[in-house]
């Protein structure tokens, strides 16, 4: 029997999600661990998770030297034999950075645990902070710098958020290579020892994992004295940028990089979902209204999508592509033009099922791995979320209607309240 390949196959609407709960256990020292057990492979990822980001920074770039630097030294152990103990147990460890929160993670197979979680303790405990490794990640982060500086893609991103927030404020800020290069030992290792040293952090554990693997966790993370948590440094709201249309000038550039969007919220606000509906249609995945016109029908640019990007206290919307600069205007408008559809005109059923059932399979999708799976609860647990609100996800997308998605449009995508930034010219 030949396969017609003109007919669709069929497919089935996924309808519910069961997303695998944690169990909760407290160390001797009062630091919750979270375990994710699950997955049919013996392997484990170990994450401590501080409180440590831009947040709670007394001078700027601490928080990212800070837990960067962890791995470069310890009591007894330098930047190689640290490197080489890890390896040794087939080990693999990142260091984190965001604006909320420092981590450590590591990846390793699950008998290998009770080895590397000494090392995990080394890091939390011990760190040296030796002036010459300081010195030349410095010097890496400005060359680094410098290069993304002459992206209009970074450029555009960076200015946006700084137009957003306020350049000074957490959400705002970017790397300087001026605050770099005057950042001093002293402001990193106080961060360090106030954040993560004598800080109070969270353990989530995720993959195949025994009782035995949590006695291991209390026996060591488990045995660590800490501070009374501190809260972050205050920052004010940044000046009123509603309507404003930022030029970061690149003569020498032949395409322009565009952002557009606004303060909006995080996922605790109740139109949360039906927001990241509407977004899905205006430039939340590949057939979106945006990419169908500004890239299909026009050919304007590559790419174009549209973000709900949720952080810890905040969050935001962005609109963002990059086109010559010949087309930056005529993008503008036609960006313009697809948000003033979805505030007048009601979204035809069949457009609406389609975009609500691929964010139903894409999220369905997301959750294979004992990993994926440890994300999600971990946002959860971290931002103090209701137990069942990713159980929820694709009932609250269901029902989103298109009233409610132009309800949405008008309330939230008034382009008269956003900020575009504009990196390269028109």
Known sequence: MSLDR??????????????PGPQTYTLDNGIALHVINIGEQPVVRLECIF??????????AASYFAVKMLTEGVEGMTSQEISEAFDQLGAFTELTHTSDRVGIVVYCLSRFLPEVLPLVQKLIRSATFPEKEFQELKNITVQ???????????????????????????????????EIEALGMGAVQMHYERFIRDGKFTVVLAGQVTEADVQHVNATLGQNSFDVETGPFYFDASEPYQGDETIVDRPESVQSSIRMGRVLFNRHHPDYFKMLVTNEILGGYFGSR???????????????????VTLRNEGYLMIGTDVKKEFTQQTIDEIKKEISRLQTELVGDEELQTVKSFMAGEFAGSLNTAFEVADRRKILLLDSLPADFFNQYIDRVHATTAADVMEMANRYLNTKDMVTVVAGGK
């Not at 669709?8 to 999600?17: C, G, H, L, N």
């Not at 290069?147 to 790397?175: D, M």
């Not at 945006?290 to 709900?308: A, D, F, V, W």
């Open 51 to 60: 409180e440590a980001g831009n947040w709670y920074e007394s001078e700027a």
């Open 290 to 308: 945006l990419m169908k016109n500004i890239r299909e029908e026009k050919g304007l640019t590559y790419g174009i999508s549209s973000h709900l």
């Open 144 to 178: 680094n710098l410098k290069v993304n500086r002459e992206k209009t893609a970074y450029l555009a991103t960076t200015e946006f958020r700084a137009r957003l927030f306020g350049a000074a404020h957490p959400y705002g800020q970017s790397q300087n290579a001026e």
């Open 6 to 19: 003109t007919i669709a196959p069929d497919f089935k609407v996924v309808q519910t999600v069961n997303l």
